[in-house]
């Protein structure tokens, strides 16, 4: 791999988001699929009820135990809702439990993330007086255990900003990866050998199409000890806006969380957790739709930008596409500003997601639009490109 000397300018994505129209967004990482009706006719009888009032910092009684009987259904653990100190609470989205991870254990420290990196992992340490390290990911996006415990023990007993975790992220955003068995294990043997908590942020676990399933690191051996899971609500119920999500383990490792939660933020919106605690657990074959519906998404547009020249890779997950831009670009920040000057439709260069150049012809693009939505896109990069 290629050393990076400069600090690189990086793709500002919200910004790409502004200058394209939305029926040219293939940019910014949320669904834009309509809200479930049911989730939004229990939101308003709520709403209008008057129950709006402060809730407990660690979240709705009710939507917690809705999220305990997802936590069994779709990963295997069992949580304990009445447990004190809390192994489960309800946070202000991912993002927010993120930023109480950092807040809580990550204050002159450093964690380890794999790259290409989710930008607001490294933005968060950041902003909450941490540091973040990148282990870069081979062009086939897997590691060896022997480079990965390496790196690790590099960084892990220096004076300044220790290595205190490593962030999984499976499915990954921005590549759509799911790591397999034989690589969750890897990061959980480092982990116990050199005593570093593993936080894993499994937000796309509902969109795992192909043959690796999701498995969540903290349901490995002598993993519940070490692990922060992290999930959000937001792109599997398209309410990004209503900013819920919800971060579990043992009960030490939770209630430093919860502390910064109740400082940070008071308490998750009160009326959309009673709203979504009533149907989040009401359909039992609503994930296996979306997944299903997610995968003809990603089909569809696999064979739209195959013909264009794009190489996909092939994650087994289908929030986003990972892409080689065609092979007569190089440079994909500046592809995709002829993308968004000649058609109005734009992505998100690979540079985004990386410190070093090896990703620079990389694209990540969003398929988490409405099919007319997706099909103009697609229509425009064709108009782009021919």
């Not at 192994?87 to 109480?100: D, W």
């Not at 993330?113 to 933005?123: L, M, Q, W």
């Not at 992220?169 to 593993?198: I, R």
Request: charged share 25%; glycine share 6%; proline share 5%.
């Amino acid at each position: 791999m290629k050393e990076q000397t400069a600090k690189k300018i990086k793709p500002d994505i919200r910004a790409i988001t502004r200058l394209v129209p939305p029926e040219g967004n293939l940019v910014q990482g949320q669904s834009e699929l309509p809200i479930d009706p049911q989730l939004a006719k229990e939101a308003a009888e709520i709403i209008a009820a008057s129950q709006n009032h402060y809730g407990g910092s660690e979240g709705d009684q009710n939507l917690r135990r809705a999220v305990a009987e997802k936590i069994k259904k779709y990963n295997g653990i069992e949580i304990d809702v009445d447990a004190k100190p809390l192994e489960l609470m309800i946070t202000n989205g991912g993002t927010g439990a993120l930023i109480e991870i950092a807040q809580s254990y990550l204050r002159n420290k450093s964690a380890l993330v794999f790259e290409p990196y989710y930008p607001y992992h490294r933005r968060i340490l950041e902003e909450f007086g941490g540091k973040t390290e990148t282990f870069e990911l081979d062009e086939n996006l897997t590691f060896e255990k022997d480079a990965l415990r390496a790196r690790c023990k590099e960084i892990k007993d220096r004076r300044e900003f220790p290595l205190k975790a490593i962030i999984v992220c499976t499915p990954a955003n921005p590549s759509g990866k799911v790591m397999t068995q034989t690589e969750l294990e890897a990061v959980a043997e480092v982990c116990q050998e050199l005593d570093l908590l593993c936080i894993s942020d499994e937000v796309y676990e509902h969109y795992v199409t192909g043959e690796n399933p999701h498995l969540s690191v903290a349901s490995l051996p002598n993993m519940w000890e070490r692990t922060i899971t992290v999930n959000s609500f937001s792109k599997s119920w398209n309410i990004s806006g209503w900013r819920l999500g919800y971060a579990y383990g043992t009960g030490e490792l939770v209630a430093p969380i919860n502390n910064a939660a109740n400082v940070i933020y008071v308490c998750p919106s009160t009326p959309l957790q009673a709203a979504l605690s009533r149907v989040l657990m009401a359909d039992a074959n609503y994930y296996d739709r979306l997944r299903d519906k997610f995968d003809q998404k990603r089909r569809f547009a696999s064979d739209a930008l195959t013909d264009l020249g794009f190489q996909i890779y092939n994650s087994g997950s289908a929030f986003y596409l990972w892409t080689r831009i065609p092979e007569e670009f190089s440079d994909a920040l500046k592809f995709n500003e002829m993308l968004m000057e000649k058609a109005g439709v734009a992505g998100v260069p690979g540079s985004a997601f990386a410190d070093s150049d090896d990703w620079d012809s990389y694209m990540r693009i969003c398929i988490a639009r409405e099919d007319l939505i997706l099909e103009g896109a697609l229509e425009k990069l064709r108009t782009a490109l021919r």
